[in-house]
């Protein structure tokens, strides 16, 4: 076998030729979450819980439109995709019964990507646990494995599923993320982290419900894998490595008192029940619980409220029927009765509370538990049996190993987990406009700095001003960075999940068309990735069928860059299909493709309120582009130290160090937007050395790029392109022959 597409050297990825690698990349796509036959977004409940009857086939796109998807982010300049698949969609059917057809569909699927030369890695993704607790990820039946009833959730509030709310359309924003700390999910991670320590009754088929879980959640992905390998045709050339579990959660372990809420716990929205008075209510006990809403300062306490589930419970009744599945549960286990009364946690007859601490320590040693030694231990014995697996298949893949969202990662460094040949996988959202979907310009908070301790008060937190708030994301990222090498070793860091809602201030730029909220927070976290000296980045999220009305088709959520209800245009290279003398687009565009843009329905086109209910493929665009479509290096002859794009001045600088000059085929390249930057009104400046501009042709679609041979030792790089007015692309107000003629000219924004 020749040299790999891409391989680690130490904290950088290189490419055959010595040049490292920037990985510019998304994740694709959300649509993968929910199943395509039936088609159950989140908010569909019909046949919500038939769903062991499901196929996932078609996601995250058919196989005939999959060329048009991966045309259009290359085109975007991106390089790498962040694959998103469930384990629900390989396991569906039950324990070990794979879906050969899903299987074979994603490697067809992998194939087209391949064509388009993108750095792929396989992502197991998971939001709290399971579409039926209100997420994606395990399939239905490790609930009942669990002794879960799914149909008891929505009474007792043991998780809050939009497909199941009275009016899915007034289902509370990010509320679903409060699922973690509701009974579902902190007994489902428990057990599959540590069921052998915690429920040592909970034994299925003659095994302890942890490894029954996770010994069939990595014998999923394992055969995915081995699949993959069989293919002959895909590792190395377009999958480059697995990711581990999507935002593991501890659960309970290490909780220190069940009976409060943690201090720890940053987020709180809607009820806010105590682990003990989940257990309750998931019981069918009723609960007052306090109430919290989340604003500007983070979340504060609005009252309190009565859960009563009215004898209904979240658990599986006595006589439940257990043959479905094929398994044997062990006579030590009783269904109809909470796993943790059983394990003497609290009294069911009394409704008392007897081990406050029950998770705060090892029960069978006494050790200490904290979510330290949670990542330390339990996460870290997973993470490895997980990478053996894969790595018995591919022993060359690399491992990009997910610890539990902003907390410590594991202390690798220096151990025998220290592989050369992993990754650390990354993720950060800016919570307070997340959360709020509203982009403050006056102040944010840095999180990251009040979880590490670094204030004396959270109110030394708060930074004053919109480029204070852009420097405090860049810091932190850089300070995830700098941990990442301190406790994990010397290897790279990708952060594969980072984004923005689109529905900021109540979907006001649906109606009006001004996306500057949305503009100024997307430029603000692509200005923190490139100050933060990571290796690079998979944004959260590209999205086939996001629309105004439902967003990304799950709980809510609209942070797809791409939408139906956004007109999409062409992009600055095809400048010439604006010119009524010109043909009408270039290979880069194909009319079957894209709605075409012409100077008679221009001012229309960029005007009007996009907000249609066509869910035609002409109908689909992105916004705030603007933001995200933006230079970037993707080959550095020599070890990257810095690059920023100045949005507002349209300017990108870029340092680098080089051991030796470049040599003929191997320059240092960079993906530069022709919107931003046509060939014509385009100045270079360079410590030395030549460069060119040209465009790389991948099956028929010409991404511009930079390419320099340049001398051993510093070099810098500056590149100006066309500077405009904040919102002149948006909501063009100038004279109509004027602006048609600064487009013929290549002096207009068209993406």
């Given at each position: 076998m020749g040299a790999l597409r891409l391989h680690i050297e130490g904290k950088s990825f290189r490419d055959p030729k010595h040049r490292e690698i920037i990985l510019r990349g998304i994740n694709v796509a959300g649509d993968a979450k929910y199943p395509k036959s039936p088609d159950i977004p989140s908010f569909v409940s019909d046949k919500f819980f038939e769903a062991d009857d499901v196929s996932f086939v078609g996601r995250p796109f058919s196989l005939e439109d999959a060329h048009t998807h991966f045309k259009r982010l290359r085109r975007w300049g991106y390089n790498a995709i962040r694959y998103i698949f469930t384990w629900e969609a390989i396991e569906h059917a039950g324990p070990g019964i794979y879906d050969q057809e899903w299987i074979a569909f994603t490697i067809e699927v992998l194939r087209v990507a391949k064509q388009y030369e993108f750095?792929?890695?396989?992502?197991?993704?998971?939001?709290?646990?399971?579409?039926?607790?209100?997420?994606?990820?395990?399939?239905?039946?490790?609930?009942?494995?669990?002794?879960?009833?799914?149909?008891?959730?929505?009474?007792?509030?043991?998780?809050?599923?939009?497909?199941?709310?009275?009016?899915?359309?007034?289902?509370p924003k990010m509320i679903w993320s409060t699922n973690y700390t509701r009974l579902v999910c902190q007994t489902m991670f428990t057990l599959f982290w540590a069921g052998r320590d915690f429920a040592p009754k909970a034994v299925i088929d003659g095994m302890n419900i942890q490894d029954y879980l996770q010994s069939h959640f990595i014998s999923a992905c394992k055969y995915l894998a081995q699949r993959i390998h069989e293919a002959g045709d895909l590792e190395h050339e377009v999958v480059i490595g697995w990711e581990s579990m999507n935002e593991p959660h501890r659960g309970l372990v290490g909780v220190q008192d069940i009976s409060v809420v943690p201090a720890e716990q940053q987020l709180q929205l809607g009820t806010s029940p105590t682990a003990f008075q989940a257990m309750l209510t998931g019981a069918g006990r009723a609960c007052e619980e306090t109430t919290w809403a989340f604003g500007g300062f983070g979340p504060h306490q609005t009252g309190r409220e009565l859960v009563d589930p009215e004898g209904v419970?979240?658990?599986?009744?006595?006589?439940?029927?257990?043959?479905?599945?094929?398994?044997?549960?062990?006579?030590?286990?009783?269904?109809?009765?909470?796993?943790?009364?059983?394990?003497?946690?609290?009294?069911?007859?009394?409704?008392?509370?007897?081990?406050?601490?029950?998770?705060?320590?090892?029960?069978?040693?006494?050790?200490?538990?904290?979510?330290?030694?949670?990542?330390?231990?339990?996460?870290?014995?997973?993470?490895?049996?997980?990478?053996?697996?894969?790595?018995?298949?591919?022993?060359?893949?690399?491992?990009?190993?997910?610890?539990?969202?902003?907390?410590?990662?594991?202390?690798?460094?220096?151990?025998?987990?220290?592989?050369?040949?992993?990754?650390?996988?990354?993720h950060y959202y800016d919570g307070l406009t997340l959360l709020t979907k509203h982009w403050n310009r006056l102040y944010n908070v840095d999180v990251i700095g009040v979880l590490r301790g670094k204030y004396w008060a959270p109110a030394f937190a708060v930074k004053i001003g919109e480029t204070a708030i852009r420097n405090c994301l860049r810091d932190q990222l850089k300070f995830l960075r700098d941990e990442s090498l301190n406790y994990m070793g010397n290897h790279p860091l990708l952060f594969t999940e980072i984004g923005i809602p689109y529905d900021m201030d109540d979907k006001h730029a649906y109606q009006t068309g001004d996306y500057s909220s949305q503009t100024s927070a997307m430029d603000a976290n692509h200005f923190a990735l490139e100050g933060s000296t990571s290796n690079g980045f998979t944004l959260w999220v590209y999205e086939t069928e996001n629309n105004h009305e439902w967003g990304d088709q799950w709980n809510g959520e609209d942070l797809s860059i791409l939408s139906r209800d956004d007109l999409e245009l062409p992009c600055g290279s095809t400048l010439r299909s604006l010119n009524p003398q010109s043909p009408a687009y270039s290979e880069s565009h194909s009319s079957a493709e894209e709605p075409q843009?012409?100077?008679?329905?221009?001012?229309?086109?960029?005007?009007?309120?996009?907000?249609?209910?066509?869910?035609?493929?002409?109908?689909?665009?992105?916004?705030?582009?603007?933001?995200?479509?933006?230079?970037?290096?993707?080959?550095?002859?020599?070890?990257?130290?810095?690059?920023?794009?100045d949005?507002?001045?349209?300017?990108?600088?870029?340092?680098?160090?080089?051991?030796?000059?470049?040599?003929?085929?191997?320059?240092?390249?960079?993906?530069?937007?022709?919107?931003?930057?046509?060939?014509?009104?385009?100045?270079?400046?360079?410590?030395?050395?030549?460069?060119?501009?040209?465009?790389?042709?991948?099956?028929?679609?010409?991404?511009?790029?930079?390419?320099?041979?340049?001398?051993?030792?510093?070099?810098?790089?500056?590149?100006?392109?066309?500077?405009?007015?904040?919102?002149?692309?948006?909501?063009?107000?100038?004279?109509?022959?004027?602006?048609?003629?600064?487009?013929?000219?290549?002096?207009?924004?068209?993406?």
């Open positions: 750095y792929v890695f396989m992502d197991p993704h998971q939001d709290v646990w399971s579409r039926l607790s209100g997420g994606s990820g395990a399939p239905m039946w490790t609930l009942y494995a669990a002794g879960l009833n799914p149909r008891g959730f929505k009474d007792t509030e043991a998780a809050l599923v939009q497909n199941t709310y009275d009016d899915p359309s007034q289902f419970s979240a658990w599986l009744p006595e006589d439940h029927d257990d043959s479905k599945y094929g398994w044997k549960r062990d006579s030590g286990w009783k269904l109809g009765e909470c796993i943790w009364a059983q394990h003497g946690v609290w009294d069911t007859y009394t409704d008392t509370l007897l081990q406050k601490d029950y998770f705060s320590k090892v029960p069978r040693t006494g050790d200490k538990l904290d979510y330290e030694i949670f990542t330390n231990t339990y996460f870290l014995h997973h993470y490895q049996a997980y990478r053996d697996a894969i790595r018995d298949v591919w022993p060359e893949a690399i491992l990009l190993c997910q610890p539990p969202v902003m907390e410590v990662p594991p202390d690798l460094k220096g151990t025998v987990d220290d592989d050369p040949n992993m990754v650390h996988a990354v843009v012409e100077p008679r329905n221009l001012k229309q086109a960029l005007t009007s309120p996009s907000i249609s209910s066509d869910s035609s493929p002409q109908s689909k665009g992105y916004r705030a582009a603007e933001a995200y479509i933006r230079p970037s290096p993707i080959y550095v002859s020599g070890s990257l130290r810095s690059h920023v794009f949005l507002r001045n349209c300017t990108f600088t870029m340092k680098l160090t080089a051991k030796t000059a470049t040599s003929t085929d191997a320059p240092t390249e960079i993906y530069l937007p022709d919107f931003h930057f046509p060939e014509t009104n385009t100045v270079v400046a360079v410590s030395g050395g030549k460069w060119e501009l040209d465009y790389q042709e991948i099956q028929s679609i010409k991404v511009q790029r930079l390419r320099w041979w340049h001398a051993e030792g510093e070099q810098d790089i500056k590149i100006e392109g066309i500077k405009r007015h904040p919102g002149e692309f948006a909501n063009p107000s100038g004279d109509d022959v004027t602006y048609l003629e600064q487009c013929q000219q290549g002096q207009c924004m068209i993406m």
